[in-house]
T-cell receptor
Framework: AQTVTQSQPEMSVQEAETVTLSCTYDTSESNYYLFWYKQPPSRQMILVIRQEAYKQQNATENRFSVNFQKAAKSFSLKISDSQLGDTAMYFCAFLPFFQGGSEKLVFGKGTKLTVNP | DTAVSQTPKYLVTQMGNDKSIKCEQNLGHDTMYWYKQDSKKFLKIMFSYNNKELIINETVPNRFSPKSPDKAHLNLHINSLELGDSAVYFC?????????????FGPGTRLLVL
């Protein structure tokens, strides 16, 4: 069974600085996707960034980028120029990819990020 | 030692049927949630209960009705199933209802409506 581990329950960063959230996963699959979701106090889940395992290039979305290390099964999220609105829970998720099969996300427990003014 | 369990894991049914998905947590948490994962892997929160009381009720069709017989269980009942209800439904729990609480997710229930 796949597992996702977020080893940092809480983190804080000063506004405008850079912070990195860690995520490791365990799987025997070769095809899969990885995601970072942001959950602000409103509770709605926002997809921040996704990475396909077959792509070596790290995904980037504006101030958000990932460091994907497939051999190490590591998928960290870097937030540059942190903003107050980045304060939220961040969930790392893994999705095994089966051709024509059912695909369910596997979640980490979340990292609470606080951006301080 | 499953923390959050859901039954069934897979559910295939016909349009118009009524079905239920069960969720149980053995963590002693006070708050439980239902999320829907759509085909594009977007996640939406549907409901949240704290100590058997509804605290979040997002805009979902009233065909969806959560039921919490006790704080360890939060079941999702869906009436008159439609094709668009096909999705993966996740249950989760947290110690309390604070917006930044660690959440433990269940394995998901894949619902396919034919």
């Amino acid at each position: 069974a796949q597992t996702v581990t977020q080893s940092q329950p809480e983190m804080s960063v000063q506004e405008a600085e850079t912070v990195t959230l860690s995520c490791t996963y365990d799987t025997s699959e070769s095809n899969y996707y990885l995601f970072w979701y942001k959950q602000p106090p409103s509770r709605q889940m926002i997809l921040v960034i996704r990475q396909e395992a077959y792509k070596q290039q790290n995904a980037t979305e504006n101030r958000f980028s990932v460091n994907f290390q497939k051999a190490a099964k590591s998928f960290s999220l870097k937030i540059s120029d942190s903003q107050l609105g980045d304060t939220a829970m961040y969930f790392c998720a893994f999705l095994p990819f089966f051709q024509g099969g059912s695909e369910k996300l596997v979640f980490g427990k979340g990292t609470k990020l606080t951006v301080n003014p | 030692d499953t923390a959050v369990s859901q039954t069934p894991k897979y559910l295939v049914t016909q349009m118009g049927n009524d079905k239920s998905i069960k969720c149980e947590q053995n963590l002693g948490h006070d708050t439980m949630y239902w999320y829907k994962q759509d085909s594009k892997k977007f996640l939406k929160i549907m409901f949240s209960y704290n100590n058997k009381e509804l605290i979040i009720n997002e805009t979902v069709p009233n065909r969806f009705s959560p039921k919490s017989p006790d704080k360890a269980h939060l079941n999702l009942h869906i009436n008159s199933l439609e094709l668009g209800d096909s999705a993966v439904y996740f249950c989760a729990s947290s110690q309390d209802e604070g917006p930044m609480e660690t959440q433990y997710f269940g394995p998901g229930t894949r619902l396919l409506v034919l």
